[in-house]
C-alpha cells in the first residue's frame, strides 16, 4: 500500500481562512485517526485510477477512469461501474486492514452504494456512498456533480 500524508481540516471552522491546502501553523503534525481515517484511505482508493500507480499497478479502480470515458447517456451500465469500483476499493481496503493494527473505528466493514442520481440535463451524476466500520458507524459519502466527461 502507498504511503500517503492525510489532512484533516482546521477545527473550529472559523480559524480557517482562504483556501489553503497546507498550512505550518502548529507546533507538531496531527495524526488523523478514526473514522476520517477510514474515509481518507477509502476515498483515495476509490479516487485513484487503476493503472496510475508504476509501483502498485493493481491499485485504485476504474472510477477514477469514467472521466473522459463514453459512457455517457447509459446510466445503467455507468452504475454497474461504479458498483464494481465500490466492491474493488473494499477488497483492496480490507487488504490493507491486515497488513496493519487498527482500532475497530479505522477497520472497513463495508462500502455500499447509497444512491446514484444522474443529473437531469447533463452529462453527469451525483454519488452517495454509506461507508460502515467495524465500530458499527454509518459514514455517508457524497460525491456530488461527478461529470463523465
Known amino acids: 500500500m502507498p504511503h500517503d ?3 484533516q481540516p482546521i477545527m473550529p ?3 480557517q481562512h482562504g483556501f489553503k491546502s497546507f498550512t505550518f501553523g502548529f507546533t507538531a503534525a496531527l495524526k488523523i485517526n478514526g473514522p476520517q481515517a477510514l474515509v481518507n484511505r ?9 493503472g496510475s500507480d508504476l509501483l502498485h499497478p493493481d491499485y485504485g479502480t476504474d472510477f477514477g477512469n469514467l472521466a473522459g470515458s463514453n459512457i455517457v447517456n447509459d446510466f445503467t451500465t455507468l ?12 477488497d483492496q481496503v480490507r487488504r490493507q486492514d491486515e497488513s496493519a ?3 475497530s473505528s479505522e477497520a472497513l466493514d463495508s462500502a455500499t452504494l447509497g444512491q446514484f442520481i444522474p443529473i437531469t440535463g447533463g452529462d453527469g451524476f451525483n454519488l452517495w456512498v454509506v461507508i460502515n466500520n467495524k465500530a458499527g458507524q454509518n459514514l455517508p459519502l457524497k460525491l ?3 461529470a463523465t466527461r
Open 101 to 103: 493494527v487498527l482500532d
Open 5 to 7: 500524508i492525510h489532512f
Open 42 to 50: 477509502w476515498v483515495k482508493t476509490f479516487m485513484t485510477p487503476k
Open 13 to 15: 471552522p472559523e480559524d
Open 144 to 146: 456530488t456533480l461527478m
Open 79 to 90: 452504475q454497474d461501474t461504479v458498483i464494481m469500483a465500490i466492491d474493488d476499493a473494499n
